[in-house]
């Protein structure tokens, strides 16, 4: 067990890399989600269709494969992913330091792959709100945009909060997989590199690496059943 300590440095770096990549793929999956979650409700057909072919897509993918894509699909539609450099984004991946094209891609995988789920969540927390409630906007002359802002999403945020936070905990625990397409230095790569070429146990590395995602998914487990809790007593 004396690597926890030895190496602790090692495993910190690893814990803090892979909270970068859930933090910003949690920000872009519930900003996305949320944008496909509106083309599903909306009334256009298309617009619909669109949403629809989405989240059908991506939800019966398997994570493999939208990182494998993501990893060795997109590097090869650009040179050096040029298409993929938005000055907004250079500066925050370059103050995180972690300007690295794998990084880029590991996290706009998880964004794909989680959005189509943040859709769903949300989806379900709008079919909670009581039809009347949108039948009495639209009577009242309000556009879909004004009825869905101010009367159906501020009430179907209660009812989602939930099931995005469990979205966002299955995020957490597959943003494991990341490691295995490119990204140096998060958690997973941390336990290769320590049992691989380190030749540490595997089992106190397991245990060090089990932590770390540990230490980001009960809180926010925690702080989820007491919201549900709330909400029950609320009801």
Not at 1 to 10: A, E, P, Q, R, T
Not at 83 to 90: A, C, K, S, W
Request: proline share 6%; glycine share 10%.
């Amino acid at each position: 067990m004396n690597v926890l300590i030895d190496k602790f440095d090692v495993f910190a770096g690893g814990f803090w890399l892979t909270l970068q990549i859930c933090v910003l793929a949690a920000i872009g999956a519930l900003i996305l989600g949320a944008v496909v979650a509106v083309l599903r409700i909306s009334p256009v057909p298309p617009l619909r269709a669109v949403g629809t072919t989405y989240v059908n897509v991506f939800r019966n993918l398997p994570l493999t494969v939208v990182l494998f894509f993501a990893a060795f699909g997109l590097p090869a539609l650009g040179s050096n992913a040029d298409f993929l450099r938005i000055p907004g984004l250079d500066s925050i991946f370059s103050r995180l330091g972690t300007d690295l094209p794998y990084f880029r891609f590991g996290t706009i995988a998880l964004v794909l792959y989680t959005a189509a789920f943040v859709c769903e969540a949300l989806r379900s927390g709008v079919n909670a709100v009581p039809a009347g409630q949108a039948e009495a906007a639209r009577s009242l002359g309000l556009t879909f945009g004004q009825n869905l802002r101010h009367v159906v999403l501020p009430q179907s945020w209660k009812a989602s909060v939930v099931p995005l936070g469990s979205v966002i905990i299955a995020m957490i625990k597959n943003s494991a997989l990341v490691g295995f397409f490119g990204v140096v230095g998060d958690l997973s790569q941390t336990a290769d590199q320590l049992t691989s070429a380190g030749g540490y146990p595997f089992i106190p590395v397991a245990i060090g690496i089990s932590v770390g995602y540990l230490i980001m998914t009960v809180p926010l487990g925690a702080l989820l059943d007491r919201i549900e809790k709330r909400q029950a007593v609320a009801r």
